[in-house]
Each structure stands twice: as structure tokens, then as C-alpha cells.
């Protein structure tokens, strides 16, 4: 009896310990659309259910600015990244990420501008070129929205860098340093002073990738726990924190021209400094 005893106490053991073994911390970059404290938040209710159902939890890896940002995108390979479409089609096609689930709902973003500027021009879409413009760094979706409305532009909006997140291009409006900025949907709902003039075309949800350097088993069992949270009411404030009602799997073929978003020079210059690494 004390020999089966001592065997179940065994097994016990060695279960305790291969779970503590295979669970692991992963480092997660997240792009910097908002402050780092804040992102660290919202990031939280997710790394809590992954923990939940997997054993593994996350860490931030921070990034100041959107221009580090993508410096660290193209010389860093952080376990798992959370990102805007256009930056996982480049981590896929050139480190070998794979995309393991994206936020159901499409993103739009919109130029928007306060309720006292929009009544006191009634010619403010066509006045644009002439007004000044709040946008994140490049190769931000906003920066790149930017290029798009008013590259071919004889006169094109100032463009003032909103240093930190969208939030900030907010704040430049409110400082008088800026006339307009553009910012995800989901914001704009946050300012009812505020107003679209122009909207974007549907943008696949942020999307959450694995790098090449984490196993097969691993990636599935990350996968799983988080198609799964639609069905838990425990992971409902990880999927609020994400604006989402759930996540679906990513398909690689959605991303593979997403990457031509991305200025040449951008990409001539990462493949340069990758080359350099």
C-alpha cells in the first residue's frame, strides 16, 4: 500500500514538474498605438486567459514611438507580435512569422477634425491640403493613409508627427497644433467633439504571429486557447481590451500583398540594416 502510495506521489510530482517546465513567459511586441503603461493594461486580461488555458503567459516588449517600432521589427524577433495587417504580411515575408489569429472585426480609420472646425468651413474636405495634419510615424497605417489622400496633392497638408499614439494626435488638435489627425474607428467613438470628413477602405483586425523560433505544438496550443475565448465568459475583458468580439483563425494568403503598403525606401532600408545585423 505504501509502494502504490509512494508511486501516485511520483507521478504527481513528475506532472507538477513537466508543467512547470513546458510553461514559459513570451515576449510579445505590440504595435504602439497607444502608451506603453497603457498598452501593458490592456494586454494584461489577455496574457491572464492564455495563462489560464495554456500555462504561458506574456511580457511587453516596449517600443517609445512607431519609428522604433518598426527599427525593432526589422532587427528583433520577439516570440509573439500583435500587429496592423500590413506589418505582419512583413514579418511573414521577410522573418518567417506565422499569423495565428486576428481580431474578427475589420478596422477602419478616419481624418477627423473638431465639431467647431467642420461648421465653420463648409469647404473643409476641399480646404485640406491647406490645413495641418496630426499622424503617427511611418510606416503607420495613418502615415500611410496620409500619403495616400494627399501624395498626389499640389499642396499638401503639413504633416505634425503625433510623437507617442493617436492619442496624442488628439491632444495636438486640442493644443491648437494641429487642424486634423487620423485615428481608428474605435477612438473616434471616444470624442463625440469630433468629426470624420474622410473614412478608409476595411482593414483586416490586428493580428496576432508567431515567430519561427517557437514550436509547432506551442503556436497550435496559443491558437486554440485564443479561438476559444469566444466561448468562455472569463475571457470576456480580454477580448473588450481588444475591441473585438472574438478572434478568427489568420490565413497567410490574406496577407501576402499587404506588405507593398510599406514604402520602398522603407523596405530597401530594413533589408539593408538586416543585412548589416
Same mark, same amino acid.
Given at each position: 500500500?505504501?509502494?502504490?502510495?509512494?508511486?501516485?506521489?511520483?507521478?504527481?510530482?513528475?506532472?507538477?514538474?513537466?508543467?512547470?517546465?513546458?510553461?514559459?513567459?513570451?515576449?510579445?511586441?505590440?504595435?504602439?498605438?497607444?502608451?506603453?503603461?497603457?498598452?501593458?493594461?490592456?494586454?494584461?486580461?489577455?496574457?491572464?486567459?492564455?495563462?489560464?488555458?495554456?500555462?504561458?503567459?506574456?511580457?511587453?516588449?516596449?517600443?517609445?514611438?512607431?519609428?522604433?517600432?518598426?527599427?525593432?521589427?526589422?532587427?528583433?524577433?520577439?516570440?509573439?507580435?500583435?500587429?496592423?495587417?500590413?506589418?505582419?504580411?512583413?514579418?511573414?515575408?521577410?522573418?518567417?512569422?506565422?499569423?495565428?489569429?486576428? $481580431? %474578427?472585426? @475589420?478596422?477602419?480609420?478616419? +481624418?477627423?477634425?473638431?465639431? *467647431?472646425?467642420?461648421?465653420?468651413?463648409?469647404? =473643409? !474636405? #476641399?480646404?485640406?491640403?491647406?490645413?495641418?495634419?496630426?499622424?503617427?510615424?511611418?510606416?503607420?497605417?495613418?502615415?500611410?493613409?496620409?500619403?495616400?489622400?494627399?501624395?498626389?496633392?499640389?499642396?499638401?497638408?503639413?504633416?505634425?508627427?503625433?510623437?507617442?499614439?493617436?492619442?496624442?494626435?488628439?491632444?495636438?488638435?486640442?493644443?491648437?497644433?494641429?487642424?486634423?489627425?487620423?485615428?481608428?474607428?474605435?477612438?473616434?467613438?471616444?470624442?463625440?467633439?469630433?468629426?470624420?470628413?474622410?473614412?478608409?477602405?476595411?482593414?483586416?483586425?490586428?493580428?496576432?504571429?508567431?515567430?519561427?523560433?517557437?514550436?509547432?505544438? $506551442? %503556436?497550435? @496550443?496559443?491558437?486554440?486557447? +485564443?479561438?476559444?475565448?469566444? *466561448?468562455?465568459?472569463?475571457?470576456?475583458?480580454? =477580448? !473588450? #481590451?481588444?475591441?473585438?468580439?472574438?478572434?478568427?483563425?489568420?490565413?497567410?494568403?490574406?496577407?501576402?500583398?499587404?506588405?507593398?503598403?510599406?514604402?520602398?525606401?522603407?523596405?530597401?532600408?530594413?533589408?539593408?540594416?538586416?543585412?548589416?545585423?
Amino acid at each position: 500500500m505504501r509502494k502504490q502510495g509512494l508511486v501516485i506521489i511520483m507521478i504527481l510530482g513528475a506532472l507538477i514538474f513537466s508543467n512547470s517546465v513546458s510553461s514559459r513567459t513570451f515576449t510579445i511586441a505590440i504595435e504602439p498605438n497607444y502608451p506603453n503603461q497603457q498598452l501593458e493594461q490592456m494586454i494584461k486580461p489577455l496574457s491572464d486567459w492564455l495563462k489560464s488555458q495554456t500555462g504561458h503567459d506574456l511580457k511587453l516588449v516596449p517600443a517609445e514611438n512607431y519609428y522604433l517600432y518598426w527599427k525593432d521589427t526589422v532587427l528583433e524577433q520577439p516570440d509573439l507580435t500583435l500587429d496592423s495587417p500590413h506589418i505582419t504580411s512583413y514579418r511573414i515575408q521577410e522573418r518567417n512569422y506565422k499569423p495565428l489569429v486576428r $481580431t %474578427a472585426e @475589420a478596422t477602419y480609420y478616419h +481624418l477627423v477634425v473638431d465639431y *467647431d472646425l467642420h461648421q465653420s468651413d463648409p469647404y =473643409l !474636405v #476641399e480646404n485640406m491640403p491647406g490645413k495641418r495634419i496630426a499622424t503617427l510615424q511611418h510606416p503607420s497605417m495613418a502615415s500611410i493613409l496620409y500619403e495616400k489622400w494627399y501624395g498626389g496633392s499640389a499642396i499638401m497638408p503639413a504633416k505634425i508627427l503625433a510623437r507617442y499614439s493617436f492619442q496624442d494626435g488628439i491632444d495636438l488638435i486640442f493644443d491648437a497644433e494641429a487642424d486634423a489627425t487620423i485615428i481608428p474607428e474605435k477612438m473616434l467613438a471616444l470624442y463625440p467633439n469630433f468629426v470624420s470628413v474622410k473614412k478608409s477602405e476595411a482593414v483586416l483586425g490586428l493580428t496576432l504571429s508567431v515567430a519561427p523560433h517557437i514550436n509547432d505544438n $506551442t %503556436a497550435l @496550443a496559443i491558437q486554440q486557447a +485564443l479561438l476559444n475565448a469566444k *466561448d468562455d465568459s472569463n475571457a470576456y475583458e480580454a =477580448l !473588450v #481590451e481588444w475591441n473585438t468580439s472574438h478572434f478568427v483563425e489568420a490565413q497567410e494568403a490574406e496577407y501576402v500583398d499587404l506588405v507593398s503598403l510599406i514604402p520602398r525606401s522603407y523596405m530597401d532600408s530594413a533589408r539593408e540594416a538586416f543585412a548589416a545585423k
